[in-house]
């Protein structure tokens, strides 16, 4: 617990800080009219701790993913069906190719390589 003299000064430090132009003295009388009005040295009343309540938690229902499957377009014939798969993977051949030649780190070509061979695996299966 600071003595009452240490409230003062220290008070007076922050005056100062306030009002550069004020004389040290000067602060130090005004601080000393603070502490004599209650201003300072009054013991602050420190409220109830608040609970922290637990996060809800969302469900978040999962999507499944697209189908691939030949006969999964539905109303179209055999070879409608392979025809669709097959620009619908050249597309996607072409938007991981632009993305390999944009890459700019080694490791994240080698990651798009290896997208690349599994869609021409895929690819190759169908012709």
């Known amino acids: 617990m600071p003595s009452v003299l240490t409230k003062i000064r220290k008070r007076a430090i922050e005056i100062r800080k306030k009002h550069p132009g004020k ?3 000067t602060a130090l009388k ?7 009005t209650g201003k300072i040295g009054k013991v602050k009343k420190v409220g109830k ?3 922290v309540g637990k996060a809800k938690s969302t469900y978040v229902p ?3 993913e697209h189908c691939r499957r030949i006969g999964a377009v539905p109303g179209q014939s ?4 392979i025809s669709t798969v097959k620009k619908q993977l050249k597309a996607e051949l072409g938007w991981q190719l632009l993305n390999r030649d944009q890459a700019r780190t080694k490791t994240a070509k ?3 390589n290896e997208k690349i061979a599994d869609i021409r695996r895929k690819l190759n299966a169908l012709s």
């Not at 005004?30 to 004599?36: F, L, V």
């Open 23 to 25: 004389k040290y003295q």
């Open 30 to 36: 005004e601080a000393g009219r603070e502490y004599r």
């Open 49 to 51: 701790a608040k609970k």
């Open 62 to 64: 999962v999507k499944a």
């Open 78 to 81: 055999l070879s409608q069906s």
């Open 110 to 112: 080698r990651a798009y």
